[in-house]
């Protein structure tokens, strides 16, 4: 049977007995809306713990004064449905203030990995996603967490802060689930009009196609670099932020070929910004 817990204290207790039976957890943080992506972290929660958590928090620091903390979609029972079909063993579910008590002014900080890319163009962004999970990770004390390479940039500055604060879990990440138009899901993609998705499938392509370049043996970042962003400038309806291949661990742009290279993009389609990233070469994780 699934558990639903809303409350702190409840699900702390339903870790603590299933540690004490000798179990091992393993945690999935989502913000809801849940789709197959979200369900392939569950399946490998599944497959490598034997109790799995997941939490649904809509959490209102990652979010920037202009972004779409309103409108975001909160289809709760859907939600828990799923959960449930994925054999999920609790589901925390708390409201803002069970997470935000009044005055609530301690926040963590990846200092540098925070302030670029995805962290320049939603300042604060990075500071709400590592202060929630550092406090979920004390909720949910579990011996592995999981997360989707589809947030490049988030899954590396959530190692960062694991590895800088001593956290005793383990972060997995794992791969981009794709719908089969090759467009990477997300939660997101339920605003696009057909035109916008029209328009946003460029940026699957444009990596797709870099990785063509790069398995045909085409090396130099600023040439792959140029073949994303020839891509991405010449589709119609899609508004470009950055187009980039970097480090896989400092996320600096890259003037040499190195054994592990990132790309990274993000792009608005009408107000929908979109991310979606490929790793050439070596995985890292
Ligand atoms: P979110 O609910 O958007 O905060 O995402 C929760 C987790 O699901 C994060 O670790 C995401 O990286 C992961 N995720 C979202 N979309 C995908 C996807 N298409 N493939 C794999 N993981 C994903």
């Known amino acids: 049977m699934m558990l639903v817990a809303e409350r702190i ?4 207790d339903v870790i603590r007995r299933a540690r004490a039976a000798g179990r091992t957890i393993g945690f999935v943080p989502t913000m809801g809306a849940l789709h197959a992506g979200h369900l392939s ?8 713990c034997d109790f799995t958590a997941v939490s649904i928090f809509v959490n209102p620091t990652q ?12 289809p709760r029972d859907a939600d828990l449905a799923l959960c ?8 925390f579910f708390p409201a803002v203030e069970e997470m935000y008590p009044p005055g609530a002014t301690t926040f963590v900080e990846v200092a540098g990995l ?9 300042p604060g962004h990075f500071r709400g996603v590592s202060t929630v999970v550092a406090k979920l990770f004390q909720i949910v004390p579990a011996d592995r967490a999981y997360f989707g390479q589809k947030d490049y940039q988030q899954q590396l500055i959530l190692r960062r802060m694991v590895r800088d604060l001593n956290l005793p879990i383990e972060i997995v990440t794992c791969p981009i689930v794709r719908d089969a138009d090759g467009m990477a899901l997300s939660s997101r993609n339920a605003y696009l009009s057909p035109n916008e998705r029209r328009a946003g499938l460029a940026i699957s392509q444009a990596l797709s196609e870099a990785g063509q370049a790069y ?18 400038t010449g589709t119609r309806g899609l508004a470009v932020e950055y187009a980039v291949v970097v480090d896989p ?13 990132v790309a990274l993009i993000a792009a608005r389609a009408g107000k929908t910004r979109l991310i979606d990233n490929a790793i050439f070469g070596e995985s890292q994780s």
């Open 84 to 91: 449930e079909t994925a054999s999920v063993d609790v589901v």
């Open 114 to 122: 925070s302030d670029v890319w995805e962290g320049a163009i939603r």
């Open 9 to 12: 204290p409840e699900v702390r």
């Open 215 to 232: 398995n045909s043996g085409e090396r130099q970042p600023r040439r792959l670099q140029r073949m994303l962003s020839d891509r991405l």
């Open 63 to 74: 979010f920037g004064p202009q972004e779409d903390l309103q409108r975001y979609p909160r």
């Open 41 to 48: 972290l569950m399946h490998a929660s599944r497959r490598e």
């Open 249 to 261: 661990e400092t996320l600096a742009e890259l003037d040499e070929p190195q054994s592990s290279m």
